[in-house]
């Protein structure tokens, strides 16, 4: 059964796929293609993180909209991610720096 949505609610739905599918095709890109391990990890948390939860966000509306009930389930997962990455990539870079600790960038120069 199909749910006839109002064009601005279709247009916002298209904005945030479209979008998200961009920003985790960016993220991706960047995680094949940067150098280093410090500037592939960029990629995932940054750019692929918000693609996916715009695409969690606008599957989360079209439920709400369809049901006629708030569908929370893309929420908490979005919650879920948005918690998530920061902490593993914190984690993937301590334990880089504690690996390799030439990788360290150099401290900024003081100014006096």
């Known amino acids: 059964m199909l749910t006839q949505?109002?064009?601005?609610?279709?247009?916002?739905?298209?904005?945030?796929?479209?979008?998200g599918t961009l920003f985790a095709l960016v993220g991706s890109w960047g995680l094949a293609k940067l150098g280093d391990f410090l500037k592939r990890l960029h990629g995932p948390t940054k750019a692929t993180t918000l693609g996916v939860g715009c695409v969690l966000i606008a599957s989360a509306l079209w439920f709400s909209v369809a049901r006629g009930s708030p569908s929370l389930h893309e929420l908490l997962i979005t919650l879920f991610l948005f918690l998530t990455a920061p902490?593993?990539?914190?984690?993937?870079?301590?334990?880089?720096?504690?690996?390799?600790?030439g990788t360290r960038p150099p401290p900024p120069p003081s100014v006096n």
């Open 5 to 19: 949505l109002p064009l601005w609610l279709d247009a916002l739905l298209a904005l945030l796929v479209v979008g």
């Open 87 to 101: 902490v593993s990539a914190h984690l993937l870079i301590k334990a880089a720096l504690k690996l390799e600790p």
